[in-house]
């Protein structure tokens, strides 16, 4: 299914679409229109006006805490494994948003590098002084450990039998570890084999292959989102 979106920040004016037709709206409207022959009915965001209050915020007013009230306030109970991750800037690019949504603690696994390190901290910016971490040598080692302490194991990858990232809802009180892999490779079988569970990430173009920091950024978003409904 394919959607046009159009803004129009002027007080009228005509727009001619692909199906020959006409359509004029002011400027507090965002025209959203279905281009498939699924549905051509037209659908209007009545209450999208343009919001004239848009200062970018300073770094003194976004309320960020300092790396010991991070050690301080509470985690979601979420770990992160990264498996055989081999770019330095992809695993920088994890803890940062791993500190972003309070990850409770990450392991690196086999080839993965560990801070500190240059490369790291050029896209974690800091986030591995805030963010708890561990190296394991083996991912299984890592897993049997979190399976121990209640963890259910999550495979990021595509996979036969996985679940929609969308629609794998995590149960009240659960403790949830993601497990993300290679740039190439993905995650190892033996360590697909060895999880709970593979979620995947719905793609619809032609590559079909996220960027291993994009895959942890959208993964740790949605579970922070569903675990958390209310922030």
């Known amino acids: 299914m394919a959607y046009e979106n159009i803004q129009n920040f002027q007080t009228s004016q005509t727009i001619h679409s692909g199906r020959?037709?006409?359509?004029?709206?002011?400027?507090?409207?965002?025209?959203?229109?279905?281009?498939?022959?699924?549905?051509?009915?037209?659908?209007?965001?009545?209450?999208?006006?343009?919001?004239?209050?848009m200062r970018k915020l300073l770094n003194e007013e976004l309320n960020r805490l300092s790396v010991d009230e991070f050690k301080q306030v509470g985690k979601i109970p979420l770990v992160v494994i990264l498996d055989n991750v081999r770019s330095m800037h992809n695993i920088g690019s994890v803890f940062r948003s791993s500190d972003a949504f309070r990850v409770e603690r990450i392991y690196l696994c086999g080839i993965t590098a560990t801070p500190p390190h240059k490369d790291i901290h050029k896209t974690a910016l800091g986030a591995t002084e805030s963010v708890?971490?561990?190296?394991?040598?083996?991912?299984?080692?890592?897993?049997?450990?979190?399976?121990?302490?209640?963890?259910?194991?999550?495979?990021?990858?595509?996979?036969?039998?996985?679940?929609?990232?969308?629609?794998?809802?995590?149960?009240?009180?659960?403790?949830?570890?993601?497990?993300?892999?290679?740039?190439?490779?993905?995650?190892?079988?033996?360590?697909?084999?060895?999880?709970?569970?593979?979620?995947e990430i719905p793609q619809f173009g032609t590559k079909h292959s996220l960027n291993i920091s994009v895959c942890a950024g959208i993964a740790i978003w949605q579970f922070f989102k569903k675990m958390y409904p209310g922030q």
Request: glycine share 6%; with cysteine; hydrophobic share 35%.
């Open 132 to 199: 708890e971490w561990f190296y394991k040598g083996n991912t299984l080692d890592a897993m049997d450990e979190l399976r121990r302490e209640g963890y259910t194991l999550i495979c990021i990858e595509q996979a036969e039998g996985s679940i929609e990232l969308q629609d794998f809802d995590p149960e009240e009180g659960g403790k949830y570890a993601l497990i993300f892999g290679h740039e190439v490779r993905g995650v190892e079988q033996e360590v697909v084999d060895a999880a709970d569970v593979c979620v």
């Open 20 to 53: 020959q037709e006409d359509l004029t709206f002011s400027f507090t409207h965002v025209y959203i229109r279905i281009i498939e022959d699924i549905d051509p009915k037209p659908y209007f965001c009545e209450n999208i006006t343009a919001n004239r209050n």
